[in-house]
């Protein structure tokens, strides 16, 4: 398949805020970049007045003229299948609003907890569960980071902070190192995670900023991707997956199941490989939470079981991801199988 334009490396001297503010932010704007017509798509502002349409010119590259059924496409365009309302589909799927302890931490498991870093991600991925959720109520100032960290250091069992979002690194190097700091002088975190989809969609978020704190600190730090197909894929991100393991940090993916983009065994096992071949190991496949507006991205417990038995009879053990569910109330994710 050829990808428009031909990927280009990573530019260490882009500046990734000038690409995060640089966002295409309109329908019409995407389908003219790749020559195609808004009512060919199912293509609505409806849609994008409910959650709006951002994606990152770096993701845009990989998506390939002309296609309407590009991969990349779909997971970024509003469509009028946003506007079904199906019941089983909720604005909180997996529970969270209750384990919100103090603003700014999701705290469900028992030993490691989500801490809400920023409200903002670089690119809106129609499918996300978190694309109802209150980020005003969890907007911090630095007192309430203060607080967040008090919580966090009378709880003696959590040995574990995940940086999540909206998208963490979406925040700036500054505060990521102060707040890194902090928490380095809470003797029971013994790791950091960070889970983040900026380095795949801006390659040149991991810039020497980022390494600089990532790679100095004394919580063992692991990225968390998230790639949903093979052709988000390029020598950017690759080279920045590089980086990022000679720094001694462990890079994983975790990935949506998703109707028309990845739902193939082709497609997963494909994913595997090319995600490999970058240095990055697959971590999760999730079920789709059922969030209200992506139902028609569910791919039923049946078919994922039956895909699921098809990759792994193709891949070795270790490039197979965890087929597993996010559910409201469990203690941690719920493996399908
Ligand atoms: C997914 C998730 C985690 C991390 O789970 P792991 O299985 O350790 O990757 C932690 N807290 C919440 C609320 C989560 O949804
Ligand atoms: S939180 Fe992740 S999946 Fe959701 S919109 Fe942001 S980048 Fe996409």
Same mark, same amino acid.
């Given at each position: 398949?050829?990808?428009?334009?031909?990927?280009?490396?990573?530019?260490?001297?882009?500046?990734?805020?000038?690409?995060?503010?640089?966002?295409?932010?309109?329908?019409?704007?995407?389908?003219?970049?790749?020559?195609?017509?808004?009512?060919?798509?199912?293509?609505?502002?409806?849609?994008?007045?409910?959650? @709006?349409?951002?994606? *990152?010119?770096?993701?845009?590259? %990989?998506?390939?003229?002309?296609?309407? &059924?590009?991969? $990349?496409?779909?997971?970024?365009?509003?469509?009028?299948?946003?506007?079904?309302?199906?019941?089983?589909?909720?604005?909180?799927?997996?529970?969270?609003?209750?384990?919100?302890?103090?603003?700014?931490?999701?705290?469900?498991?028992?030993?490691?907890?989500?801490?809400?870093?920023?409200?903002?991600?670089?690119?809106?991925?129609?499918?996300?569960?978190?694309?109802?959720?209150?980020?005003?109520?969890?907007?911090?100032?630095?007192?309430?980071?203060?607080?967040?960290?008090?919580?966090?250091?009378?709880?003696?069992?959590?040995?574990?902070?995940?940086?999540?979002?909206?998208?963490?690194?979406?925040?700036?190097?500054?505060?990521?190192?102060?707040?890194?700091?902090?928490?380095?002088?809470?003797?029971?975190?013994?790791?950091?995670?960070?889970?983040?989809?900026? @380095?795949?969609?801006? *390659?040149?978020?991991?810039?020497? %900023?980022?390494?600089?704190?990532?790679? &100095?600190?004394? $919580?063992?730090?692991?990225?968390?991707?998230?790639?949903?197909?093979?052709?988000?894929?390029?020598?950017?991100?690759?080279?920045?997956?590089?980086?990022?393991?000679?720094?001694?940090?462990?890079?994983?993916?975790?990935?949506?199941?998703?109707?028309?983009?990845?739902?193939?065994?082709?497609?997963?096992?494909?994913?595997?490989?090319?995600?490999?071949?970058?240095?990055?190991?697959?971590?999760?496949?999730?079920?789709?939470?059922?969030?209200?507006?992506?139902?028609?991205?569910?791919?039923?417990?049946?078919?994922?079981?039956?895909?699921?038995?098809?990759?792994?009879?193709?891949?070795?053990?270790?490039?197979?991801?965890?087929?597993?569910?996010?559910?409201?109330?469990?203690?941690?994710?719920?493996?399908?199988?």
């Amino acid at each position: 398949m050829s990808i428009n334009p031909i990927s280009q490396p990573i530019n260490l001297h882009s500046d990734w805020k000038a690409e995060l503010s640089n966002c295409v932010s309109s329908i019409d704007e995407l389908l003219n970049q790749l020559g195609l017509k808004p009512h060919d798509l199912n293509a609505t502002q409806q849609a994008a007045r409910k959650f @709006p349409i951002k994606v *990152p010119q770096p993701f845009v590259q %990989q998506m390939e003229y002309g296609n309407p &059924n590009d991969p $990349l496409l779909k997971q970024v365009l509003p469509i009028t299948s946003e506007l079904q309302v199906d019941s089983n589909f909720s604005t909180d799927p997996v529970g969270e609003s209750s384990f919100n302890p103090v603003p700014g931490i999701v705290h469900k498991y028992r030993n490691r907890v989500l801490m809400i870093i920023s409200p903002n991600c670089a690119i809106n991925c129609r499918y996300c569960f978190r694309r109802h959720f209150p980020y005003d109520d969890n907007r911090q100032s630095k007192q309430q980071w203060f607080k967040a960290l008090d919580y966090l250091k009378t709880k003696p069992e959590i040995n574990e902070v995940i940086y999540s979002g909206g998208d963490p690194l979406a925040a700036n190097d500054n505060f990521l190192r102060w707040l890194t700091g902090e928490l380095e002088s809470i003797q029971h975190i013994k790791r950091l995670r960070i889970h983040t989809r900026l @380095p795949v969609v801006i *390659p040149a978020r991991v810039d020497d %900023q980022l390494l600089n704190w990532l790679s &100095n600190t004394r $919580l063992k730090p692991t990225v968390v991707l998230h790639i949903n197909h093979a052709n988000e894929i390029n020598t950017g991100l690759s080279q920045g997956v590089n980086r990022l393991k000679q720094a001694g940090i462990m890079v994983l993916n975790q990935s949506v199941l998703l109707k028309g983009i990845n739902d193939t065994s082709d497609q997963l096992i494909n994913l595997s490989e090319k995600l490999f071949d970058a240095g990055i190991m697959p971590y999760y496949l999730h079920m789709l939470d059922p969030v209200q507006g992506a139902s028609h991205f569910d791919v039923p417990k049946d078919s994922a079981v039956e895909i699921f038995n098809q990759i792994q009879a193709e891949l070795p053990g270790f490039l197979v991801p965890k087929l597993v569910q996010e559910r409201a109330g469990e203690t941690s994710k719920s493996l399908i199988l």
